[in-house]
């Protein structure tokens, strides 16, 4: 492999701490031989008037340019005449699917063990399109669309099959909003008939809940409106440990993948060596299977679990002592 040329990948290090745990992946991608080279862009400190936001046209054409990337948290400026961050980049990029894997860690003991559940959440429409206004009373506007719909789940039924899952279970209160969860189910519906070997069902947001917390087990692949991906992704990376545990990866159109750590900025700590990387780590690694660099991705992914399994070297937010480099030499170690 070294003899090819490597791969182009955009690296968004993000705002507080994300430039101390981008740091750590790009440690650890340099021990692993991992053949990307980063393109590193950070926001900007003035509205770029061709995003509206303070993230560069550059940045994103990066993103489009390459397919993939990686983003570490950012701040969100206050103030007026600008678009959010994370919202530029789901529109400009149109990031329709956040799929967020939650793995048990061995040898962080929560409440459960063998936890492995993926959510697919719709990311760019539903309740999340800010269509908000008053006129007596107070309204906002849900959409769903088919388009978006069918595209979400396809993106769910090819994700099961090429992960080798066995189920996909479509989340919805389509007993309520008949017509918006109704059109909803009635694609997953539609796709679920080109995947015959993938079981199909359809779960009421609530009851997900109730057995989610009950028996983690009962699902796979959970695919859903923004709004209740929004929910129960946070809800199944809390059964696994925390945001500062849980990968994440935007898909985009045109086959873009950026890979996400969705915990923020963490100012209480930004700069003190304190950070746990793992969220940006192995959504690193989940950059890696995308672009099927597996070897590489299972080598770092069993570093970084090995390392945690250990126990000798962990962040205060695992309860450990450990300093952010600390970590990961000794994820560098295991490599
Ligand atoms: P936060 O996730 O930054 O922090 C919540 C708590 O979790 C803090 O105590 C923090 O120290 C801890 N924490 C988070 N990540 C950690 C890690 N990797 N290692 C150890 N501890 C960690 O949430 P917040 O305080 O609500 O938000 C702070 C800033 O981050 C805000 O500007 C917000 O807009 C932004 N934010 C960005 C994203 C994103 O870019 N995806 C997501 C959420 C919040």
């Known amino acids: 492999s070294s003899a090819t040329a490597p791969i182009k990948a955009t690296l968004f290090p993000g705002d507080g701490i994300g430039p101390e745990i981008a740091e750590s992946v790009k440690q650890v991608f340099k021990v692993a031989e991992v053949p990307i080279e980063w393109e590193e862009h950070y926001v900007g400190t003035e509205i770029d008037p061709r995003t509206q936001s303070f993230l560069t046209w550059e940045s994103l054409e990066s993103v489009r340019r390459n397919k993939v990337g990686l983003k570490g948290p950012m701040a969100t400026p206050i103030g007026k005449g600008h678009r959010s961050l994370n919202l530029t980049l789901r529109k400009e990029l149109n990031l329709y699917a956040n799929v967020r894997p939650c793995n048990s860690l061995p040898g962080y003991k929560t409440r459960y063990d063998d936890v492995n559940l993926i959510t697919i959440r719709e990311n760019m429409e539903g309740e999340y399109c800010g269509l908000e206004h008053q006129v007596s009373v107070v309204e906002s506007l849900k959409i769903i669309t088919r388009q978006a719909s069918l595209r ?175 970590f990961t030499k000794a994820i560098c170690d295991h490599l």
């Open 152 to 326: 979400v789940a396809e993106y769910a039924f090819h994700y099961a099959k090429t992960h080798g899952q066995e189920k996909v279970s479509a989340i919805h209160k389509a007993n309520i909003m008949q017509k918006t969860d109704g059109l909803f189910l009635k694609c997953c519906r539609e796709v679920a008939e080109k995947y015959r070997e993938i079981i199909y069902e359809e779960v009421v947001i609530d009851n997900c809940c109730m057995l989610l917390v009950k028996n983690p087990a009962c699902f796979d692949v959970l695919v859903m409106p923004n709004l209740y991906g929004d929910i129960i992704s946070d809800l199944c990376a809390g059964l696994v440990g925390g945001l500062d545990l849980t990968p994440s990866c935007n898909i985009g159109e045109g086959g873009i993948c950026l890979a996400e750590a969705v915990h923020g900025s963490a100012p209480d700590i930004a700069g003190k060596n304190l950070a746990n990387p793992t969220a940006l780590m192995l959504s690193a690694v989940s950059m890696l299977r995308h672009l099927e660099l597996n070897d590489r991705a299972d080598k770092i992914q069993d570093a970084i679990l090995n390392t945690i399994a250990e126990g000798k070297y962990r962040t205060a937010d695992l309860g450990g002592t450990s300093s952010t480099t600390d």
